[in-house]
């Protein structure tokens, strides 16, 4: 549980003709992690596949279909029909787009037109005068009645034919900047611009019933291509999907492939499993190819780059839901070596222990349950976003109720669990009490301000035992990583782990009038001079460095600082818990605070019953809230600071299998 999963170097020799499966395989078990290489300049079938996959998402957006960021089991490598069909519907919808973006066009030029010939008609104007608008550019001419579908084709988009009465006279009208362009149009097909007379007042009324037939005939052409596209979205939304999902595979296929040694018709290909999924991906790889496949494992100490220190062999923990649920908090700071002890489970143990005895509350821990639990998997839909948080959310919450029993805190009520704590109480010492714990002395009558005391020395002690766990993993670390000076000789080896509990032994001693012996000045001076000397002299030797070659004023000031550090840091990284008693308190000051407020209303009579409800939700509110985030701040910041920094002096490679997962979805 402390270690991470033993891991195998595997070496695959595939024939190209399997690689793709063997490769569709792993990529479905997620079992192989392959060490970083650069790929191939310039592979002509990704550039080929990544356009595919482009002309994909932009018809799936365009029907507005969702891809899902992970491919379903039944996926695989595209064929031949794939091909065919991704070709088929992809050119289906890109015509259609393109119909629907002509027809939009067309409709919002005929709008606009429609909306300027609309404003002039009702005055009465003449032709001349509408020649002139601000918006169009008007053309009245003759044309042979069998080309007007031609020009209204070549024009679509960019100018409105009219046709004025049952002979071949007809208008066209463009926009000011869209005039060179009809010109154009029309001198090609044998336009022959008529003689307008110069009062000639009927164009307006002929204009705006043509422009409306054409405005009824746009509308009608976008309605069927909306039918079209619902209809396509209906029976093939799955597939296109599909698609996508059978191409990303192909493309992650074929960027990893891009990586591999290839001579020949013989593919090389090599990487992490680990130990637990040897035998089924080893028995799944010779099913698949027919045993057209050799494969050959290392144990990490047989690999020369992970010896010499060059790779990085991938870490893989195993946790159950608790412990879980805090991986994020730890590989947000770093990945544990290979190999080293995984502090995930103490992190999880002990950031439960040090939110809830900050975060004392029963009824606010319980909102905390409960919105880990709406988070988590078996809650709310809605909250799925949160579902990382879930477990370390449950966790605090209860951790907090449990705390609010002992100090008789529900939402800031002083009083609710007073007579429960005492029927308890009585019947397993004899002596009945308000509460076990007394944080806030004015919280009991004739509470001491000693048992205060002893609270904030409960939690000095969580350090001193987190700071004592951390120096012991950096001792069995070193160990493991063959490190053996840092593992005995340092300020968290084995010396400063005596000299760190030697000085709270003389602490202890001091503070119950005992006084300084020469034993204590021998193993302090003893354990001082092997974290401050013995490296150096161990380096001199093997590495043949005078340990003065900067100089005595140099040595000496270098020693000294390391002493003050020593000393600070030892002293700063106990006292620092200090805090959680700090917090603790603060969220009992500020509870009472609310209770005390909201007991005065509720006693001023029937009148002070709303705002005491209101003043309860919205105090009760502040502190999950605030003093909720606050303390999760402080107690991560314990975390890194105090137990981190005593063994996580390097990160290793977390194990990131090739998977077809998280490949990326669009709307």
């Not at 009245?140 to 004025?164: F, M, S, W, Y």
């Not at 301000?449 to 350090?463: K, P």
């Not at 460095?545 to 020593?566: C, D, M, N, R, Y």
Request: a neutral charge; hydrophobic letters at 45%; charged letters at 20%.
């Amino acid at each position: 549980m402390l270690r991470p999963r033993k891991m195998k170097f595997f070496e695959l020799t595939v024939f190209k003709d399997d690689i793709n499966t063997v490769l569709e395989y792993l990529g479905t078990n997620g079992a192989m992690h392959f060490p970083d290489s650069q790929p191939s300049a310039d592979n002509k079938e990704i550039s080929r596949i990544d356009k595919i996959i482009e002309r994909l998402h932009s018809v799936c957006k365009y029907i507005n279909t969702e891809i899902p960021p992970e491919p379903k089991e039944d996926v695989s490598i595209p064929d031949e029909a794939s091909l065919e069909l991704t070709e088929k519907l992809c050119s289906i919808l890109e015509n259609l787009k393109e119909r629907e973006l002509k027809a939009g066009g067309e409709k919002q030029n005929v709008l606009e037109t429609l909306e300027e010939v609309r404003t002039f008609s009702k005055m009465n104007v003449s032709y001349k005068d509408l020649s002139h608008l601000s918006y169009l550019t008007l053309r009245v001419g003759h044309l042979d009645p069998k080309k007007h579908d031609e020009l209204r084709e070549n024009l679509k988009g960019r100018a409105i034919i009219v046709p004025l009465g049952d002979n071949d006279r007809i208008l066209a009208a463009s926009s000011r900047k869209g005039r060179f362009v009809m010109d154009s149009e029309l001198k090609k097909i044998a336009f022959e611009p008529a003689t307008i007379p110069e009062n000639y007042r009927d164009v307006s009324d002929e204009m705006l019933k043509s422009l409306e037939d054409q405005l009824n005939i746009v509308e009608k052409e976008l309605k069927e291509i909306t039918g079209e596209k619902e209809k396509i979205r209906e029976e093939s939304a799955s597939e296109l999907v599909k698609l996508v999902m059978s191409w990303q595979i192909a493309l992650t296929v074929e960027q990893l492939k891009s990586r591999l040694v290839i001579t020949g018709s013989i593919y090389m290909l090599s990487g992490w499993i680990p130990q637990y999924l040897v035998k089924e991906t080893v028995k799944g790889l010779f099913e698949l190819c027919g045993g057209r496949v050799a494969i050959r494992s290392y144990n990490p100490d047989e690999i020369s780059s992970v010896r010499d220190g060059k790779e990085k062999v991938p870490v893989l923990f195993k946790h159950g839901s608790f412990v879980k649920g805090f991986e994020g908090m730890v590989s947000s700071f770093g990945t544990p070596p290979y190999g080293t002890i995984d502090p995930t489970p103490l992190v999880a143990l002990f950031y439960t222990l040090i939110f809830g005895v900050m975060f004392g509350d029963l009824g606010q821990g319980f909102v905390l349950f409960l919105l880990g639990f709406l988070s988590s998997s078996l809650g709310l839909k809605i909250m799925a976003g949160f579902r990382k948080y879930s477990t370390a959310l449950i966790s605090v919450g209860i951790a907090s109720m449990l705390m609010g029993i002992l100090n008789g805190a529900v939402f800031t009520n002083e009083d609710l669990l007073v007579e429960p704590t005492r029927i308890v109480s009585a019947a397993i010492t004899g002596h009945p009490v308000d509460r076990a714990l007394i944080i806030l002395p004015m919280a009991e009558k004739g509470g001491s301000i000693t048992r205060l005391f002893y609270f904030f020395g409960f939690t000095i002690g969580i350090g001193i035992i987190l700071n004592t766990l951390g120096m012991i993993i950096n001792i069995i670390n070193r160990c493991i990583l063959r490190k053996y000076i840092e593992a005995f000789f340092s300020r968290t080896g084995v010396s400063g782990l005596v000299l760190f509990w030697y000085s709270l032994f003389m602490a202890i001693r001091l503070f119950t009038g005992s006084s300084i012996k020469c034993y204590d000045i021998a193993v302090i001076s003893i354990s001082f001079f092997s974290i401050l000397f013995v490296p150096v002299i161990i380096k001199s030797i093997t590495q043949k460095k005078s340990a003065l070659e900067h100089g005595v004023f140099t040595f000496v000031i270098e020693v000294f600082v390391e002493v003050l550090e020593t000393v600070s840091t030892y002293f700063s990284n106990t006292i620092s818990f200090v805090r959680v008693g700090a917090f603790a308190l603060s969220h009992a000051v500020l509870s009472y605070v609310v209770f005390y407020f909201t007991e005065t209303l509720v006693v001023s009579g029937p009148a002070g019953t709303i705002p005491a409800a209101l003043l309860l939700i919205f105090g009760n509110s502040l502190i999950i809230v605030l003093e909720g985030l606050i303390v999760a701040i402080q107690v991560v910041r314990l975390q890194y600071y105090e137990f981190f920094s005593k063994f996580f002096f390097e990160t290793g490679v977390a194990f990131t299998p090739f998977r077809f997962k998280n490949i990326g979805g669009t709307k």
